[in-house]
């Protein structure tokens, strides 16, 4: 192994995606030495601090690490008898520390969220209470991630650490949703939350609001190209550009979203697994009737991107995981609904947020697939909010309206969500500012 090189990209890469805090817990580690991601290192300071140089990566029980720490050996142990090849273990920077602090001091030993990452890559989140190897060990034999009492976040994958990062980040995000969407009180209920949990909700709305210290990064305020692309080229550079955008602004935490463009009858489109702020080389060229062998690179969303450009005026597509949309996007007063439960497949009511639908369905194809969903929400205001899952907007010849749409309906749903807690809305039956019907309407068809 090269050095530190392998572990520097991805420490550098996990602070720049606002996942680790420099100088903070951030340990790695694998079984093999890690690739070099193919991105060039960020021009920010070193997670050692400034001035200081990394400790020295150690081998422990066969396992590559980072840097020498005194928690390595039980993550070592931990993972070698769970059959586990790569780990990260870090504290993640305010407000999710607070967040994950808050959400394990619950007596139940485990957190529940209910987004779409939880559902594809967690299932639930176990409390590490003791920090012991048995525990952790018990705590990861049937889960990928665990959460500690102090604010720590384990990932755990079987081979890679791109894997644990994928895990790592779907955490981070499941945790800021989950406390927020508590915070809504549920029908019957003018209850206020405690004292510690109010406080704390208080506080991340400050730093939201709070305008960002020093210059905002280059990608989060350059515009982005102008339409329509011809060329290969300028199709590339125009979706790695809006990847970079979307990141730097919080509209998608780097691992999950993807993005597309149709040029006559190909889709350009985000390789599977591709973060957002990192697409050289991660965009794949599929035809547009499909199916094709060519799919199994595209992203999971291929389906509904597709049917987005066929059924509808617009060729560039946009999908994000805004926080805020999909808090609101859960809150459903519905409790008598037949269909409780199995929400994110189906929903028989008629929900709107902003104006805009929110819609149902698993990722990819199948009799619940986003793709029979999102395409006629599209079409009929541009966006498209899914259950859990996020935001699908639209452009007619590029880009810039569909990242500005995603970032008007971000902004939107925090106001209306800190409104709703503002006015202790525990007995509407729709997210403020938006309506809700209880009349049944069918399954979106091909």
Not at 313 to 336: M, Q, W
Request: aromatic share 6%; net charge neutral.
């Amino acid at each position: 192994m090269d050095g530190l090189g392998p572990f520097e990209r991805y420490e550098e890469k996990l602070i720049r995606a606002g996942l680790a805090a420099a100088g903070e817990t951030l340990l790695l580690g694998a079984a093999t030495p890690p690739v070099v991601p193919s991105a060039p290192p960020h021009p920010r300071q070193s997670p050692a601090g400034e001035g200081g140089a990394p400790s020295a990566p150690g081998e422990r029980g066969g396992m590559i690490w980072n840097r020498a720490d005194s928690l390595t050996t039980t993550l070592t142990n931990a993972a070698r008898r769970l059959g586990r090849g790569a780990i990260l273990a870090a504290i993640p920077p305010e407000p999710c520390r607070s967040i994950v602090r808050c959400l394990a001091a619950a007596p139940e030993g485990v957190i529940r969220p209910q987004d779409f990452e939880t559902r594809v890559f967690l299932t639930d989140l176990p409390v590490w209470k003791t920090g012991g190897e048995e525990e952790l060990t018990t705590r990861l034999e049937r889960r990928r991630a665990v959460v500690a009492a102090d604010g720590m976040i384990v990932a755990t994958a079987k081979r890679e650490l791109e894997t644990a990062i994928v895990i790592y980040s779907a955490v981070s995000f499941a945790v800021f949703v989950k406390f927020f969407l508590d915070l809504l009180p549920r029908p019957g209920q003018r209850r206020a939350p405690d004292e510690t949990t109010a406080a704390l909700a208080a506080k991340i709305r400050s730093q939201l609001d709070r305008p960002p210290r020093g210059d905002p990064p280059p990608e989060a305020t350059t515009p982005l190209p102008v339409g329509p692309f011809a060329t290969e080229t300028a199709i590339r550079a125009a979706i790695a550009a809006t990847g970079r955008r979307t990141v730097a602004t919080g509209l998608v935490n780097s691992s999950f979203g993807n993005i597309s463009y149709r040029r006559n009858d190909e889709l350009f489109i985000t390789g599977r697994g591709r973060a957002l702020d990192d697409l050289e080389g991660g965009i794949v060229v599929v035809p547009l009737g499909g199916p094709a062998p060519r799919d199994a690179g595209a992203s999971t969303e291929l389906p509904a991107h597709r049917r987005i450009v066929l059924e509808t005026p617009y060729r560039a597509v946009l999908h994000g995981h805004p926080p805020f949309c999909v808090i609101l996007s859960l809150d459903c007063r519905e409790y008598d609904c037949p269909a409780r439960g199995d929400c994110h497949r189906f929903c028989p009511r008629e929900r709107r947020i902003a104006g805009h639908a929110v819609v149902s369905g698993e990722a990819g194809g199948g009799p619940h697939g986003l793709d029979r969903a999102v395409p006629p929400a599209v079409r009929e205001t541009g966006a498209a909010i899914v259950h859990g899952h996020g935001v699908f907007t639209a452009g007619r010849e590029d880009f810039r309206d569909a990242f500005r749409l995603l970032e008007e309906l971000e902004t939107t749903c925090r106001r209306l969500f800190f409104e709703k807690l503002l006015n202790n809305d525990g007995a509407s039956g729709a997210p403020s500012g938006g309506s809700a019907t209880s009349q049944p309407r069918e399954a979106a068809t091909p």
